[in-house]
């Protein structure tokens, strides 16, 4: 289980739930096929270590070089947050931005997100939220976020005034297929892309600019994240010009607990 699948960058490393297609959806729908046992593919036992590789690239007016990084997720616990318990994902270099703690609460009916250490002003008034509800249909689509005017705590035009933003994110189980990364290859993996748009409000000239984050993640029965590919849009704001950055990560090896060793 991984944040990055769920997460804008601009909310920090990370994305009201409601399912737009979901069991009853698969009972009434041919196209749409439910995943047995879907929990196998997001292990959460502490004391699990997942060990990935990544690279990342920024484009502006010229693309900048790329950049390789290792990142090394652990399962380390849990903890109490607005009365739930929920574990801590402890990642040493999430997408090359350095060390993040992920909170979040598996149970029967789906994956909750509960925020980020660090975390922002902004990010705080999201969470928590439902970020995959169970059990996952294939071609369904789950609105994961939905909230508007919300204030984010910052300025960014530099007239003194906070910006608001309206914020949007869903995901969408789009196909079970095998894939292979350097920890070996796995049979049995689903492909789930999300996207997650964030339109801000500028108070100074009263137009509008729009972030998006598209992630798109593979996970196999038993392990868990395998790889992942994002793009994220960051828009230009004042004499800023804007830019896309591309992150990846592959999985070189992992121990969960209980259970055999990938490849090292």
Same mark, same amino acid.
């Given at each position: ?74 399962? @380390?616990?849990? $903890? ?9 994902? !402890?990642? #040493?270099?999430?997408?090359?931005? +350095? ?100 339109? @801000?409000?500028? $108070? ?9 984050? !598209?992630? #798109?993640?593979?996970?196999?029965? +038993? ?42």
């Amino acid at each position: 289980m991984r944040q990055n699948l769920f997460i804008v960058g601009l909310v920090v490393g990370a994305v009201c739930v409601l399912p737009s297609a979901g069991l009853d959806a698969a009972g009434n729908n041919p196209v749409l096929k439910e995943i047995q046992n879907t929990e196998e593919y997001f292990p959460d036992e502490i004391g699990s270590v997942w060990r990935y590789r990544g690279r990342t690239h920024t484009d502006t007016i010229e693309r900048l070089a790329e950049v390789t990084f290792s990142n090394e997720v652990s399962a @380390i616990g849990t $903890t109490n947050i607005k009365g739930e318990t929920v574990k801590i994902f !402890r990642e #040493t270099n999430q997408a090359n931005k +350095g060390p993040t703690d992920g909170f979040f609460r598996r149970d029967k009916t789906g994956i909750t997100y509960y925020g980020s250490q660090p975390t922002t002003p902004f990010e705080q008034q999201l969470v928590p939220y439902r970020v995959l509800a169970f059990p996952l249909v294939m071609n369904g689509i789950f609105r994961q976020l939905e909230k508007r005017a919300v204030d984010m705590q910052v300025d960014l035009d530099g007239d003194g005034r906070h910006e608001r933003a309206d914020v949007v994110a869903d995901v969408r189980v789009v196909a079970h297929m095998p894939v292979t990364v350097p920890a070996g290859t796995f049979d049995d993996a689903v492909q789930i892309d999300a996207a997650m748009t964030i339109v @801000i409000s500028l $108070t100074k000239e009263r137009r509008v600019i729009t972030s998006r984050d !598209r992630i #798109t993640s593979w996970f196999a029965r +038993g392990v868990g994240l395998v790889k992942y590919v994002e793009e994220i849009e960051a828009p230009p704001v004042l004499e800023t010009r804007g830019e896309v950055t591309y992150v990846s990560e592959e999985l070189e090896s992992y121990a969960l607990k209980g259970t055999l060793e990938g490849r090292l």
